[in-house]
């Protein structure tokens, strides 16, 4: 009986969450609608040691070529980022990060791109040449907290801002993170993080939160959010995940080495199930397909 009382209670809130979620996501010129398939943002990491394609795209016109492939494949947004955050990354200056974004970026422009395009940095220097440039939304892994430039600059541009959670930086965030309990601090600092930028002047429809997947936690905090997600669509904003290729993956399927891109699309579907609206995924086309049949099948049912 306590069993199923606490089932029910689950189910409960989880049906609350739901009713809760945002319904619209708004950036800088761009509006989305979402409903109950989430949004996939495309990676473009334009650097030579991101930990999953780590060169594969710093010339610019192989990024240019894979943006485009990216959108075809079923992307709705894309990515760009010109430093790696990977566990123990060295930090880049600005003038070397808009070294490799700005020739992406502008031929982007010219060639008018057909999705919104996201600025992946937390300097507000490259963010404001990233705006000018087409960028219509801010990600930053510091949770705008990074640079003191960066909140004022996404009030007064009026693009779409999406907040990360991290313990520590890059260079400290594996060494032994520990949290009371990791789903409900986590939790906390987007709410926190949600408030400021309210305050700030930025509207909560143009908000996103993410948990920070592999952003100082270990493999058991990493699939603890990732099974409590939809507990953070009671925060009101629109729940980014990014979740792609990362070594949690490797720890489940217990091998370190292996291919990742079916990990990824399995967690996918987990997160698309707890009405998460935002995923952000190297394999745009694997996991389009497997959301396409996973809501086909009636994965999505319970999903509004």
């Known amino acids: 009986m306590l069993e199923d009382m606490a089932a029910y209670d689950a189910t409960a809130q989880f049906q609350q969450a739901l009713a809760e979620r945002a319904r619209r996501w708004r950036l800088r010129n761009a509006e989305f609608q979402l409903g109950r398939r989430p949004l996939l943002m ?31 494949q079923g992307a709705d947004l894309l990515d760009v980022g010109g430093e790696s955050t990977r566990p123990f990354s060295e930090p880049v200056p600005a003038e070397e990060e808009l070294r490799r974004v700005l020739p992406v970026l ?21 963010a404001r040449a990233a705006i000018e440039h087409g960028a219509q ?3 930053d892994v510091t949770g705008l907290e990074g640079d003191p430039a960066m909140l004022p600059l996404a009030a007064e541009t009026g693009v779409g801002v999406c907040a990360m959670h991290m313990q520590g930086t890059p260079q400290t965030m594996q060494i032994a993170p520990r ?3 990791v789903v409900r601090d986590v939790a906390e600092y987007l709410r926190r993080r949600r408030d400021a930028l309210i305050q700030a002047g930025i509207p909560s429809e143009k908000i996103a939160l993410d948990p920070g997947i592999g952003f100082g936690k270990t493999h ?17 904003c629109v729940v980014l995940v990014g979740h792609s290729r990362k070594g949690f993956i490797g720890h489940v399927l217990g091998d370190s080495d292996r291919d990742r ?25 694997a996991v389009n397909e497997a959301l396409l049949l996973f809501d086909a099948a009636g994965g999505l049912d319970r999903v509004p």
């Not at 990491?45 to 075809?72: I, Y």
């Not at 999705?115 to 300097?123: E, G, L, M, N, Y």
């Not at 099974?227 to 009671?234: E, F, H, S, V, Y």
Request: charged fraction near 20%.
């Open 220 to 236: 058991q905090h990493n699939l603890a959010l990732l099974q409590n997600a939809w507990r953070l669509l009671r925060l009101g």
């Open 42 to 72: 495309g990676i473009l990491n334009v650097t030579p040691d991101s930990f999953s394609d780590g060169g594969a795209w710093l010339d610019p016109a192989r990024a240019v070529e894979h943006a485009w492939r990216l959108a075809e």
């Open 261 to 285: 891109t079916q990990g990824t699309v399995g967690v996918s579907l987990a997160l698309a199930a707890q009405g998460v609206q935002v995923l952000r995924v190297h394999d745009v086309q």
């Open 137 to 139: 939304l801010i990600n």
């Open 179 to 181: 949290y009371d309990d």
């Open 106 to 126: 502008k031929r982007l422009q010219a060639e008018s791109y057909p999705v919104p395009i996201s600025i992946d940095t937390s300097k507000a220097q490259v």
